[in-house]
């Protein structure tokens, strides 16, 4: 059970160059997230889907777009990025979507760098 | 709408004392409360979690947090601190079905010999 993997672990790009970041969990969860993480902002979700088969948009989705591949999988993509996107991504996942049972789980999280 | 707002964003205790992690809360529903740690280079792990069952919560690793409504605060606290404490620490809340978690702005916990 190795719970929320995340691929690659570090990445360096150049501005305008696009990559995606893939995130898979084996927990039979349904719902996962994005999140970024910068110094003094906590973490601040970029996408979410509440359930296979649905994405929507968290607090800073510019910039990025997502893809539920299955019940396992959640991707999120960078087109063309950006300095300003330099930082610490991670996914998670939860058994549902809202109240006790939102307890989330995380993966170990992608270092990116835009030069 | 929900926020969360963690008082200190650096606190400094020396091994053995206490910890005490502030976290005060606002949500327009009766809210559910979270504690993670985030050790160096790791993801986030839970560390104990409100969900109206009992106001004092007891987590992992000798951690608890007590649900104050009256004052809308989750403080976390811990009787002695040991090296190994040394983390950042983020406190969250969530509403009912369909509200997002959302993130305060975390504490790093520096733990002195």
């Known amino acids: 059970n190795a719970g929320v993997t995340q691929t690659p672990k570090f990445q360096v790009l150049k501005t305008g160059q696009s990559m995606t970041l893939q995130c898979a969990q084996d927990?039979?969860?349904?719902?996962m997230y994005w999140y970024r993480q910068d110094p003094g902002m906590g973490l601040r979700l970029i996408y979410y889907?509440?359930?296979?088969?649905?994405?929507d948009k968290g607090e800073v989705p510019n910039g990025y777009n997502v893809s539920r591949l299955n019940k396992r999988e959640f991707s999120l993509r960078l087109e063309s990025a950006a300095p300003s996107q330099t930082s610490v991504y991670f996914c998670?996942?939860?058994?549902?979507?809202?109240?006790?049972?939102?307890?989330?789980?995380f993966g170990p999280g992608t270092r990116l760098t835009v030069l | 709408a929900q926020s969360v707002t963690q008082l200190g964003s650096h606190v400094s205790v020396s091994e053995g004392a206490l910890v005490l992690l502030r976290c005060n809360y606002s949500s327009s529903v009766p809210p559910y409360l979270f504690w993670y740690v985030q050790y160096p280079n790791q993801g986030l792990q839970l560390l104990l979690k409100y969900t109206s069952a009992a106001t004092l919560v007891k987590g992992i690793n000798g951690f608890e947090a007590e649900f104050k409504k009256s004052e809308t605060s989750f403080h976390l606290t811990k009787p002695s601190a040991h090296m190994s404490d040394a983390a950042e620490y983020f406190c969250a809340v969530s509403g009912n079905a369909g509200n997002m978690l959302t993130f305060g702005g975390g504490t790093r916990l520096m733990v002195k010999p």
């Open positions: 889907s509440a359930s296979e088969g649905t994405t």
């Open positions: 998670a996942s939860s058994e549902s979507y809202g109240g006790p049972l939102l307890e989330q789980f």
């Open positions: 927990m039979n969860h349904n719902s």
